[in-house]
C-alpha cells in the first residue's frame, strides 16, 4: 500500500510503498478514506511530542474515516462495507491514518455519522473525544450550568461550544475579534480577550460568581486564569494541556477543584479504548440530530500534498480543521 512514512524526526514525510498490513484478532482492516490533521501530528513530525511515544519509521495520522474491508478474529461490532471512524493510531507503535489501509483495534472505532462525509468524520474524532472527556466525563456538564470554554474557535473549543450547548449548558467562549463569529456560530457567547480582564468577564457574565465550568484549551497563563474564573466551591477547572507549574492558590481560594485531560492514553496502554469507540458513538449521534456540525478548512491535500496540509496547520492561519483525502 501508500503510506507516508516518517523516518527521521524533523524531516519531510516520505511517500513510499509498504507492507499492507495484516488483521490481528481484535482488529478490523480499514480502507482509509480520509485522515485528519491536528497540530500534535506536526508536533510529532518535529520530534516535539515525547508523551505521544512514537517509535520510527512510522506512519503518522491520529484521526480517520473510512471503510471496514476485513474484521478480525475476535472482533465484533463491524462488519465488511461499514463506514468508520475514530482516533486510532500515529502514537506509540500504533500505525497512523496517513496510508491507504490500516489494521485498527475494533474497540477505537464506530461507524460513521450518516449525516457527515468522511472528510467532516475525520475532522472529529481527536479533539470530540478530548472535549467530551473533558466536559463530560471530567466536569459532568449539565442542564443550566455556565460553561466557559477558552479559545472557542479552535479545533477542540469548537466542539466543546457544541457539546456543552446539547447538554443544556449556557456557554461563553474567549476569542479573538477575528473569530468572534465562529464562536457566536457554534452558540456561545464570545468573550474578546485582547480587551477584557478575567475580572470583568466574570463579572459582567456570572454577577461575579465565577462560572461552573471552565474548560481549558490553551495552557500557559490561559490555565491559571481559568483558575480566576471559575466558580467557588461548585465550580470546576478542566484543562487538555495542563502540562505546566502553576499556582493553586487561586483555585483553592475558592474551594473549587480541576481535572486534566490526556486523550492519547487508552491508545498507549491498552486501557480504556472501549470509552473512546462509546464516545464516538456519542459525536455520532450528536451530528445526525444536527447538535454537532465540524468547521473544515476549505482546502483539499492528498497523501502527495501532506506537507502543505501539516504547514497549513503550523501557520495557525487555518479556517478550520485540515484534512487529508487519502482516497481520491
Given amino acids: 500500500m501508500r503510506a ?45 511530542a515525547a508523551h505521544a511515544r512514537r517509535e520510527l519509521p512510522a506512519v503518522l495520522g491520529l484521526d480517520l474515516a473510512g471503510v471496514v474491508e476485513q474484521v478480525g478474529e475476535g472482533a465484533t461490532g ?23 489501509y490500516a489494521a485498527v483495534d475494533a474497540r477505537l472505532l464506530a461507524r460513521k455519522p450518516a449525516s457527515l462525509d468522511m472528510r467532516q468524520a475525520a475532522a472529529l474524532p481527536l479533539v470530540f473525544i478530548t472535549a467530551w472527556e473533558g466536559l463530560v466525563d471530567r466536569a459532568q456538564v449539565s442542564l443550566g450550568q455556565k460553561v466557559l470554554v477558552h479559545g472557542g474557535a479552535g479545533g477542540v473549543g469548537h466542539v466543546a461550544i457544541q457539546i456543552a450547548r446539547a447538554r443544556g449548558a449556557q456557554v461563553f ?24 480582564t478575567v475580572e470583568e468577564y466574570v463579572a459582567r457574565h456570572t454577577g461575579g460568581e465565577g462560572f461552573d465550568v471552565v474548560f481549558d484549551t490553551l495552557g500557559g497563563a490561559v490555565l491559571d486564569a481559568s483558575f480566576a474564573a471559575v466558580r467557588t466551591y ?15 492558590a487561586p483555585l483553592s481560594f475558592r474551594g473549587a477543584t480541576y481535572s486534566g485531560v490526556f486523550t ?32 473544515l478548512d476549505p482546502r483539499h491535500f492528498t497523501l502527495a500534498t501532506a506537507a502543505e496540509a501539516h504547514a497549513a496547520v503550523e501557520s495557525g492561519t487555518t479556517e478550520g480543521r485540515i484534512v487529508i483525502d487519502v482516497e481520491q
Fill in 173 to 196: 467562549s474567549t476569542v479573538s475579534p477575528a473569530k468572534k463569529e465562529v464562536v457566536e456560530r457554534a452558540g456561545a457567547t464570545p468573550i474578546d480577550y485582547t480587551t477584557t
Fill in 264 to 295: 492519547l492514553l487508552p491508545m498507549l496502554t491498552g486501557r480504556g479504548r472501549e470509552h473512546h469507540g462509546h464516545i464516538m458513538r456519542e459525536a455520532a449521534t450528536l451530528a445526525d440530530t444536527g447538535a454537532l456540525t465540524p468547521r
Fill in 4 to 48: 507516508l512514512v516518517l523516518e527521521e524526526f524533523g524531516t519531510p514525510l516520505v511517500l513510499k510503498e509498504i507492507a499492507k498490513p495484516v488483521v490481528a484478532p481484535g482488529q478490523v482492516l480499514v480502507k482509509i478514506k480520509a485522515s485528519g490533521v491536528n497540530p500534535l501530528d506536526v508536533k510529532i513530525r518535529e520530534g516535539k
Fill in 234 to 248: 461548585t465550580g470546576h477547572v478542566v484543562s487538555a494541556l495542563g502540562w505546566g507549574s502553576h499556582s493553586l
Fill in 78 to 100: 463491524f462488519t465488511a462495507g461499514d463506514e468508520v471512524y475514530g482516533l486510532t493510531g500515529g502514537v506509540g507503535d500504533l500505525q497512523g491514518s496517513l496510508a491507504e
